[in-house]
């Protein structure tokens, strides 16, 4: 859950460096520089990073992953785009989802959403649901973060 801007470490909103993804390498823009100068960006990625490191947590204190790992974009809209995955996506993404658990055993499991929540809820993995930041949640994410980052400090 990361956009180009965030990986080159030139968002205005989250302070990151580039060397906070990346130990040993120097990445590269895959985008136009003229089509967007300082690389594309994600907004929900943008929320999640910028509302888990406004709570104090170091990048190397938790992992992110989406459980649909793939973008799913609308045809008709371009590949910039996003739209909610199938029930057929949905599925191919769940081996990956479990792959995904078993390298990295995590105390505490939080579900981004209704999709993310399912898609463990099949692999019996229980989890924390909060709002998914998209579609005017944001407000909605950012609280039920904080509550909940305070309940595990406490």
Not at 49 to 59: A, D, Q, R
Not at 118 to 145: D, E, N, T, Y
Request: hydrophobic content about 40%; aromatic content about 8%; glycine content about 8%.
């Amino acid at each position: 859950m990361t956009s180009e801007r965030l990986l080159l470490g030139r968002s205005k909103t989250v302070r990151l460096k580039s060397d906070d993804f990346f130990s040993d390498i120097n990445p590269r823009r895959t985008s136009k520089s003229k089509k967007c100068p300082d690389g594309f960006s994600e907004p929900t990625a943008t929320i999640v990073w910028g509302t888990l490191l406004g709570h104090g947590l170091k990048p190397d204190q938790f992992v992110l992953w989406n459980a649909f790992p793939w973008h799913s974009f609308d045809p008709g809209h371009g590949m910039l785009s996003n739209r909610m995955p199938n029930k057929s996506e949905q599925a191919a993404g769940l081996l990956v989802l479990k792959a995904f658990l078993e390298l990295f055993r995590c105390e505490e499991v939080v579900a981004l959403g209704k999709i993310a929540a399912a898609q463990l809820g099949k692999l019996s993995v229980h989890a924390h649901c909060v709002r998914h930041p998209a579609s005017g949640g944001a407000k909605l994410f950012r609280q039920q973060i904080a509550e909940l980052v305070q309940r595990l400090r406490d």
